[in-house]
């Protein structure tokens, strides 16, 4: 990326303007432990001192996406407040019995407990919910629908996987987090890369240059056909008889 400081100083400019637009206080977003998140966090900081908010969610998850999410606060001074999601999980399975489910299925509920937490966050204090989701991941609908795409403001959605390392580095964002294999936490021992069936390398180099092995250009152009309606307001029907 040319000019990482400037594009960080701009980044920072629309956060404040967004949220005075909204007539909003500040922002807050979910911190997994994830680089994605960390930059967004940086960002946040930067542009709100004193009214960003971090909300660590576990749901089944690893302790260290926990200690990597408080290594990030810890590194930039951010305020932040945990919220277990764990047993609203539980009850909810519980309470809903589908035999016939799958294992995505069951994941996708936990992004969507974490944005149901950020708005009740976010009404609670009249800020806005930033969403962490890279362009890499939003080209291929790597998101879950009303889940971590449930937000207000999507601040690195416009990045590539590569430029949000770049911007991390100069955040000074913690070199561990920087280096740790991506994940989306859905189940143990889960990779982005691993799910996604190619590397991130190879799909930021799609993105920017549309070339590739033959193969995976095809799996990444049907990704994002099929996912198409997660990046779109639902369709409203207009009669042709009015």
Known sequence: MNNVGEVINELVQWLRLKVKEANSNGVVFGLSGGVDSAV?????????????????????????????????ADSIGLKTEKVDLTSVYDE?????????????????????????????YAASYNYLVLGCSNKSEFTIGYFTKHGDSGVDLFP?????????????????IPQIIIEKPPTAGLWDDQT????????????????????????????IEKMNKTSKHKREFPPIFISQKE
Do not use: Q
């Not at 940086?42 to 408080?70: Q, T, V, W, Y």
């Not at 690195?156 to 000074?172: G, Q, R």
């Not at 390398?201 to 240059?209: K, P």
């Open 192 to 219: 982005d890369e691993d799910e996604i069936g190619f590397g991130y390398d190879i799909l930021d180099n799609y993105i920017l240059y549309k070339t590739g092995p033959e193969n995976i250009v095809k799996k």
């Open 40 to 72: 967004v966090a940086g960002l946040a900081k930067r542009a709100f001192p004193n009214n960003s908010l971090g909300i660590i969610m576990p749901c089944h998850s690893n302790p260290i996406d926990e200690e990597h999410a408080l290594l990030v």
């Open 92 to 120: 909810f399975i519980a309470m809903v019995p589908i035999e016939k489910t799958n294992t995505l299925a069951k994941a996708n509920i936990k992004p969507r407990l974490r944005m149901t937490t950020l708005y009740y």
């Open 156 to 172: 690195i959605a416009n990045f590539v996987k590569k430029d949000i390392w770049e911007m991390a580095e100069y955040l000074d």
